[in-house]
C-alpha cells in the first residue's frame, strides 16, 4: 500500500497549494496577479478531483505505478497553466507559514477511504473468482452501491478540503460529515452483507469483512462517536 500513500501526498499537496493560493500575503509576496492566482486555483482545484475519481474508479486491486501515473495524468490534464507554473507554486508552498497545518489528518482520512476501496475491489474480486457471485444477485448490488458511495465519500472529502483551509477549526470535522455523508448507514449495511456473503463462501475469506466492514464501522467510531 505504499503507492496509496504516495497518491495521498499527491492529493494533499494539491490540497495544501490551493490553499496557499488563497494566502493575499504569498501572492503579493510572490508578485502573482490576481488574475492568474484565480486561474491556477481553478485549475487545481479540478486537478484535485479527477485524480481522486481516477483513483475510486480504477478497476486495479492495488494502487501501483501504472495506476499512479495513470491519476497524475488525469489531473495534468487539467491543469496545463499551473504545470507551466510549477516553481512558482512551489515557491509559494514553501513560503508560507503552516501551509501544511491539518495535513497529516487529512491524509490520514483519505487513506482510509482510498483503503477501503481498494479492499472492496480485491474482497469482489475473490468472490467471483470462486464462482459465488453469479449466484447473489442482491448482492452484487449492494458491491456496485458501497463502490460508488465511498468514491463519492472521496471526491465530497477532497472538495470540502479545498473550500476549506485545513488551518481553520473545525476543517476536519466538516470535510469528514461530507464524506460520512455520502456512505451513510446503507453503505454500512452493504458492507455488513458483503461480508456475511463472504463468510458463508469460505470462512477463510475475510478481505472484505478486515478490509472493509471493520475498518468502515471503525471510521463511524471515529468520526461520528457511534
Request: with cysteine; hydrophobic share 45%.
Amino acid at each position: 500500500m505504499d503507492l496509496l500513500r504516495t497518491a495521498v501526498v499527491d492529493i494533499t499537496t494539491l490540497v495544501s497549494t490551493c490553499h496557499v493560493l488563497m494566502s493575499d500575503q504569498v501572492a503579493d509576496g510572490l508578485a502573482i496577479k490576481p488574475k492568474l492566482r484565480n486561474r491556477l486555483r481553478r485549475e487545481i482545484k479540478r486537478g484535485t478531483v479527477a485524480y481522486i475519481d481516477t483513483l475510486a474508479r480504477a478497476r486495479r486491486g492495488v494502487v501501483d505505478a501504472a495506476l499512479l501515473a495513470v491519476c497524475r495524468v488525469a489531473a495534468e490534464k487539467h491543469m496545463a497553466r499551473a504545470l507551466r507554473h510549477q516553481d512558482l507554486l512551489s515557491r509559494a508552498l514553501s513560503s508560507q507559514p503552516g501551509a501544511l497545518k491539518g495535513v497529516a489528518a487529512a491524509r490520514q482520512d483519505l487513506w482510509r477511504l482510498a483503503h477501503m476501496a481498494i479492499y472492496l475491489r480485491l474482497g469482489v474480486a475473490a468472490l467471483r473468482d470462486s464462482g459465488a457471485w453469479a449466484e447473489v444477485k442482491p448482492e452484487q448490488k449492494s458491491a456496485t452501491s458501497l463502490r460508488r458511495r465511498l468514491r463519492k465519500a472521496l471526491v465530497a472529502y477532497a472538495r470540502m478540503t479545498l473550500r476549506v483551509d485545513g488551518a481553520e477549526p473545525g476543517a476536519l470535522v466538516v470535510a469528514r460529515e461530507a464524506a460520512w455523508a455520502e456512505i451513510g448507514k446503507r453503505g454500512a449495511a452493504d458492507a455488513r452483507r458483503l461480508a456475511d456473503i463472504e463468510a458463508g463462501v469460505d470462512p477463510t475469506h475475510t478481505v472484505i469483512q478486515v478490509g472493509v466492514t471493520k475498518p468502515l464501522r471503525d471510521l463511524a467510531l471515529d468520526w461520528r462517536g457511534h
